[in-house]
């Protein structure tokens, strides 16, 4: 009966959990995708790392077991990602011209 009454209440419970949350404002999906953003540029500074410590491990290797030889397979160059840049939201969207605007037309050349 005990096995049941458990059943019965963690059942309860999960229905309860599975109830719709609220859409996130705008100011959390700016923070989200912020948060986003700087998680993958972390994760390219980790790789930058580890390409550099990479090479220098295999740099040492071949200066002191492999007789002076340079690595027998080419690999890419590390390419360093920069520091951070947080997107300006506001000038990364141009300004949107209307549906029925035409574009200007050029200046004639003179000459």
């Known amino acids: 009966m005990k096995k049941y009454l458990l059943v019965i209440?963690?059942?309860?419970i999960s229905f309860g959990a599975m109830a719709k949350l609220p859409a996130l404002s705008d100011?959390?999906?700016?923070?989200a995708a912020e948060a986003?953003?700087?998680?993958?540029?972390g994760n390219k500074v980790a790789?930058?790392?580890?390409?550099?410590s990479r090479d220098k491990v295999a740099t040492h290797y071949y200066k002191t077991n492999g007789k002076g030889k340079?690595?027998?397979?080419?690999?890419?160059?590390?390419?360093?990602?920069?520091?951070?840049?947080?997107?300006?939201?506001?000038?990364a969207a141009p300004a949107a011209a209307p549906a029925g605007a035409k574009p200007a037309a050029a200046p004639a050349k003179k000459g």
């Open 70 to 91: 340079a690595a027998p397979t080419a690999t890419p160059a590390c390419v360093d990602p920069g520091a951070y840049k947080p997107a300006d939201t506001a000038s």
């Open 36 to 41: 986003a953003a700087k998680a993958a540029h």
């Open 47 to 52: 790789d930058f790392q580890l390409c550099k």
């Open 9 to 12: 209440f963690a059942l309860a």
């Open 27 to 31: 100011e959390a999906k700016a923070k």
